[in-house]
């Protein structure tokens, strides 16, 4: 079982590919958006990771207890194969539907039986409480977002416990909420009952599980090595210039609240929320590997496409799997995305990059620079 933790635009998407066209791997490409929308009723897709892991004022936002053990507890089912006990905000998620068995290559039968249901599961998500539980992650309070998390997954008909609705709310009911988790349960029961039996099989049978995540954080990984002797973390992290840059070429959906607040300051200020939070994940991670040595395997993508043959060599060697290199899906699928994805794509920023931005940038991401221990990272 393996946890891939990285950040949005740091080359996740090529790293993964390394283990989703693997024949013998179950992979899932960025569970965790669907984690936040089931946890509290945002809107998928909308889950920014800067926003996640720091407030609109960019400081380090500390994550509550029910996001870092519900992060723990719903990767240790993807992992174990227990699918049914996921949300349909997973099993019917945009992404699926988006990329299919591009992303998903272990799901292509699973993809092509849920099919007929994405207009059905438009039609819940568009019930989403956005007005009372916000959009975006992180537009409504910690406080909002539990009680929103609460009347989502209260007992239909009970009461008592975790299981009443919210007080104190003025507006006349959460009719709203109601309606939304009733169409996500409704929707849920209907794919578990036609469809799920195609991920089953495909997670049951395949030996190597992987999720790819963006959206988690260290502090999450440690019940996971905990509770799981074969589980294994690889942390992937990127030159944040090359990042913030991406970042900024992508859409909103790739940049925290706090930088779009400035449109004149995107960089530096996106540079801080990047780097703050790599650098808690890797103080985490520094602690973990003394408790749990040998299960994580940092992994800096700007080394990593210097020497793509030794990193993935030692990468299935960290996992107990043989070498990969010579197998013809290895060689019919990566060696080509190998050859497309050059150092000079990864080094691209460099002739982007102002003197004065990279200057703005350093200034917020000296630690990680401390800390990554990368070997092509030039100041």
Not at 114 to 139: H, L, N, T, V, W
Not at 343 to 350: D, V
Request: proline share 4%; with cysteine; aromatic share 10%.
């Amino acid at each position: 079982m393996l946890v891939v933790l990285t950040y949005q635009r740091s080359g996740s998407t090529f790293f993964g590919k390394i283990f989703n066209k693997n024949p013998d791997a179950f992979y899932m490409f960025e569970p965790l958006d669907a984690f936040y929308s089931s946890l509290y009723g945002t809107a998928m897709r909308w889950n920014v990771p800067s926003d996640i892991t720091n407030h609109k004022n960019g400081t380090l936002r500390t994550l509550p207890k029910i996001e870092v053990d519900g992060v723990s507890e719903y990767l240790s089912s993807l992992l174990t194969c227990d699918l049914a006990s996921l949300p349909a905000e997973l099993l019917l998620h945009p992404y699926i539907y988006y990329y299919g068995a591009g992303e998903y290559q272990a799901a292509e039968s699973y993809v092509n039986c849920i099919g007929p249901y994405e207009k059905s599961m438009e039609r819940c998500a568009d019930r989403s409480p956005r007005e009372r539980c916000g959009f975006r992650f992180g537009e409504r309070t910690q406080q909002r977002l539990l009680e929103c998390h609460r009347a989502i997954h209260r007992r239909p008909g009970g009461g008592g416990g975790n299981a009443t609705r919210p007080r104190g709310d003025r507006r006349a009911r959460w009719k709203d909420v109601d309606e939304y988790a009733a169409c996500m349960r409704d929707l849920k029961t209907t794919v578990v009952k036609n469809c799920l039996r195609h991920l089953q099989k495909q997670c049951d049978r395949r030996t190597l599980r992987v999720a790819k995540v963006v959206r988690g954080t260290m502090l999450s990984m440690e019940a996971l090595l905990r509770r799981h002797p074969n589980f294994r973390v690889v942390h992937l992290v990127r030159d944040p210039r090359a990042v913030v840059l991406s970042r900024k070429g992508f859409d909103w959906s790739a940049v925290g609240r706090y930088t779009l607040l400035d449109s004149n300051d995107t960089l530096a200020r996106e540079a801080k929320l990047l780097c703050q939070s790599v650098v808690r994940d890797i103080r985490v991670r520094l602690e973990l590997e003394r408790t749990y040595p040998g299960r994580i395997y940092p992994v800096v993508y700007d080394d990593m496409v210097r020497d793509f043959r030794g990193v993935t060599r030692d990468l299935y060697r960290f996992l107990d799997y043989p070498d990969q290199q010579n197998t013809e899906w290895w060689k019919e699928t990566i060696l080509p995305l190998r050859a497309a994805d050059s150092i000079e794509r990864a080094t691209k920023w460099q002739s982007q990059i102002t003197f004065e931005q990279n200057r703005a940038i350093m200034k917020h991401c000296r630690d990680l620079f401390r800390l990554a221990n990368a070997q092509h990272w030039v100041q």
